[in-house]
Antibody, heavy 126, light 107 residues
């Protein structure tokens, strides 16, 4: 059974850099995309970005200038860095596993997030 | 970005009721829609992927349908453990986007 364990600083000051890491236990690391999603208090879900084992990344354009997602395949870990944080970045941050399946009708990929970490609450406050 | 709009935003229902939640995309996303359930203080759980495929281990009372811009999640007979918030998500284009959520409460 795949498990994701995440950790990182929970309290930041404005302008600091958020740094979270997620370790993957069990299952294949190379067969999936590894994703970060966040949820501000009382609000909905926001996709931050993803990485595969090759290090290929996709980011949400709204955060792209401040986000870096990296991978360490030797440890089956991936990380999120978000620079210049403000109060608007206060949220629960989830790491997750995402799977792609080929749609043979359109030759396009179905993509869904099927395993989630427990989440890390990050608060930005002066 | 593709906007996903869910309706209703909240509703009250009773155990045994049939529930339908609608999600509308701002442009066609074919069948690249997923549905998640989130309980308070917990991570979301995948219920349905590719609009209508039931994720392994999810009870068969959950079903999804739709294509293009209109999608539905149906629960055939609500159970006590189904009271939660539900989100749709499109995975057709980057950034993947979620609906605002539908909060289901016990009547």
């Amino acid at each position: 059974q795949v498990q994701l364990q995440q950790w990182g600083a929970g309290l930041l000051k404005p302008s600091e850099t958020l740094s979270l890491t997620c370790a993957v236990y069990g299952g294949s690391f190379s067969a999936y995309y590894w994703t970060w999603i966040r949820q501000p208090p009382g609000k909905g879900l926001e996709w931050i970005g993803e990485i595969n084992h090759f290090g290929t990344t996709n980011y949400n354009p709204s955060l792209k200038s401040r986000v870096t997602i990296s991978v360490d395949t030797s440890k089956n870990q991936f990380s999120l860095m978000l620079s210049s944080v403000t109060a608007a970045d206060t949220a629960v941050y989830y790491c997750a596993r995402s799977e792609r399946q080929l749609d043979t009708k359109y030759y396009y990929y179905y993509y869904f997030t099927d395993v989630w970490g427990k989440g890390t609450t990050v608060t930005v406050s002066s | 970005d593709i906007q996903m709009t869910q309706s209703p935003s909240s509703l009250s229902a009773s155990v045994g009721d049939r529930l339908t939640i609608t999600c509308r995309a701002s442009q066609s996303v074919f069948t690249y829609v997923n549905w998640y359930q989130q309980k308070s203080g917990k991570a979301p759980k995948l219920l349905i992927y590719a609009a209508s495929s039931l994720q392994s281990g999810v009870p068969s009372r959950f079903s999804g349908s739709g294509s293009g811009t209109v999608f539905t999640l149906t629960v055939s007979s609500l159970q006590p453990e189904d009271f939660a918030t539900y989100y749709c998500q499109q995975s057709y284009s980057t950034p993947q986007t979620f609906g605002q959520g539908t909060k289901l409460e016990i009547k």
